[in-house]
């Protein structure tokens, strides 16, 4: 089992800036990507910002130029640092991991998710 714990959320004024962490725990697994997501009130959940395991790196236009998603593979650790923060970024952020658990035989897909942390910008 592959728990994904997100913590960093907050309460910050616009511009302002807030740094989430995403740990993913457990054993036998290997991960070949995490993300960060949100869901604003009333809409999809939508992806943020991806990292792979090779460090290719993905953004939603909305947020390139002001956040940059970072990963410490070796701590299964994911980062997302949001800088000059808007009203419109107010969300409940999600990290998900997918990759591989291998503690079963056949393996079996992972594509585990955190509880979420929440994200509000004031203006």
């Known amino acids: 089992q592959v728990q994904v714990v997100e913590s960093g959320g907050g309460l910050v004024q616009a511009g302002g800036s807030l740094r989430l962490s995403c740990v993913a725990s457990?054993?036998?697994?290997?991960?070949?990507?995490m993300g960060w997501y949100r869901q604003a009130p009333g809409k999809q959940r939508e992806l943020v910002a991806g990292i792979t395991s090779g460090g290719s790196t993905n953004y939603v236009d909305s947020v390139k130029g002001r956040f940059a998603i970072s990963a410490d593979n070796a701590k299964n650790t994911v980062y997302l640092q949001m800088n000059s923060l808007k009203p419109e970024d107010t969300a409940v952020y999600y990290c998900n991991a997918k990759g591989l658990n291998y503690g079963r035989i056949p393996p079996t897909v992972l594509d585990a998710w955190g509880q979420g942390t929440l994200v509000t910008v004031s203006s």
């Open positions: 457990g054993s036998r697994f290997i991960i070949n990507a």
